[in-house]
């Protein structure tokens, strides 16, 4: 790659929309993007184009272009994704995001000096995600890539890259709306970890966003905002982006999303925000909600002053 491309980052808690925001901006001939970049995925599995993955000429041709390149590339498993290894000690002291910036800064230079190893790590799989990158903005003559991975570790790597101009979309969702998503359609979750689980995604996000990202880099996204009032906020998402004409984008299905089901039905229409969760949600739930992330979600202008029981 020889050429900066901006690569824009979008962080979120899960079935906050990211999917939406992939199939809108695959939509506009200056963006390049298949979602959620470095997610995993089998493929038996159907991209957004029909076909399975394992059949789709668009990750065969990527792929080829790839190791054309000298770039491994193996669709699906491509072990982007910069997070810490589960009990590891080194990696919760690296990934753990201090509430000061001077001391995050400094814990980033002093693992680096002390664990070189996994720095290393870290860098190639950097280097390889903004390769595969700048191939594919470079295939499609475009100048920006949207990853939709919401990995906010992510964001830190992808700061200190000298071959990109990093932008970040912070994106959110009423946290009631989250967890009753998460609940009616992940079997995973609990109560108490679905709202565990938005907290965490917007306070780390959030964290993160403040230490490594230049306000004027960053935009703020109310998923709420983009249904209820697309055409405005799609103008100032394209004004941030520096695009033309992002409100009058050209829908059609050929595109190859990595993502929830959406990515399988999206017509094109934004429908105005549910709150399925007013009818869904039982009280006990509403008040585990309350007690983990209502102050959060209040901040995010969410609920009124007094209401709820946290």
Known sequence: ??????????????????????????????????????????????????????????????????????????????????????????????????????????????????????????????????????????????RIFLDTSKNPFQIRFLRDCPNINLKVIFLVRDGRAVMNSLLSKETIYTPQSAAETWRWCNKTGQGICDTYVPEKNLFHLKLEALCDNPGDTLAQLGDFLELDGVPDLDFNSDYHIVGNYMRHTFDGIIRPHDEKWRQHLSRENLDIFNRIGGRMNREFGYMAKGEGTS
């Open 1 to 142: 790659m020889t050429e900066k491309i901006d690569y824009v980052y979008l962080t979120s808690a899960p079935h906050s929309g990211s999917t939406l925001i992939a199939c809108l901006l695959a939509a506009h001939p200056m963006v390049s993007t298949v979602g959620e970049f470095s997610s995993p995925f089998s493929p038996s599995e159907k991209c957004s184009c029909g076909s399975r993955y394992g059949d789709c000429n668009f990750w065969a041709d990527w792929k080829q272009q790839a190791a054309d390149a000298g770039i491994a590339f193996d669709p699906g498993k491509q072990a982007l994704k910069l997070a810490p290894e589960p009990g590891s000690l080194t990696d919760s002291f690296y990934y753990y995001q201090f509430s000061k910036r001077a001391v995050a800064r400094i814990r980033d230079t002093l693992f680096k000096r002390m664990f070189p190893l996994k720095t290393k790590t870290f860098s190639r799989r950097l280097r390889t995600s903004v390769d595969l990158a700048g191939i594919l903005c470079g295939r499609e003559k475009t």
